[in-house]
């Protein structure tokens, strides 16, 4: 596994500016984040972690940071 595994204080918006390919696996990961397509949305959450978007959307957050890791690895 990379040195720089994604972990819940990581920005969320920044993660999908470094990782655009990510929304769709999230969206695949939880119907909840289907939302993230929306600009406003993106706005509204500019600040969150992914623990924010974890809590506020009632995902499993371990489950999640794994998930996005495992994504994240499998693109390299």
């Not at 999640?64 to 890791?69: G, I, K, M, Q, T």
Request: proline residues 3%; positive net charge.
């Amino acid at each position: 596994m990379s040195q720089n595994r994604v972990n819940g204080k990581a920005k969320a918006v920044q993660l999908l500016n470094d990782y655009p390919w990510l929304a769709e696996e999230l969206k695949k990961m939880n119907d909840a984040f289907k939302v993230i397509d929306n600009p406003m949305t993106r706005m509204m959450f500019r600040n969150a972690t992914i623990s924010d978007l974890c809590t506020k959307f009632n995902v499993d957050e371990s489950k999640a940071l794994e998930y996005l890791n495992r994504m994240i690895e499998a693109h390299k």
